[in-house]
């Protein structure tokens, strides 16, 4: 791809990026969280980082199922997706507000 093309191919990029980031600033925590994890699972899946993923989980994890890799790679991309949606919420907030929307488990709190 030559060089000006790329560079078009980053500016609209960046467009979608930014209108995202805008959309998710516009609505609700809960909503942006949800939103973005369903769009980051569905374009995580179609992109070669998806591929790459699941070839590293089958070399390091050789006895897991499919059905288990797939379930990890999903999770994966549910959670990139909800940092990204709740990303833009964290400077509006509180850190005593913040905690209001963790979860802490057994395990993390002995920790």
Not at 4 to 30: A, D, H, P
Not at 79 to 107: M, Q, T
Request: charged share 30%.
């Amino acid at each position: 791809m030559n060089r000006s093309l790329k560079n078009l191919r980053y500016w609209f990029e960046s467009l979608f990026v930014r209108f995202g980031l805008f959309f998710f600033s516009i609505i609700k925590l809960k909503r942006a969280s949800n939103y973005s994890a369903m769009i980051a699972k569905i374009i995580g899946k179609k992109i070669a980082v998806n591929r790459l993923a699941k070839d590293n989980l089958t070399k390091a994890l050789p006895n897991l199922s499919k059905q288990k890799i797939d379930q990890i790679i999903d999770e994966m991309w549910d959670n990139l997706g909800r940092i990204v949606g709740e990303f833009v919420h964290v400077a509006k907030r509180s850190p005593k507000r913040i905690l209001e929307h963790c979860e802490l488990s057994e395990e993390s709190e002995r920790v």
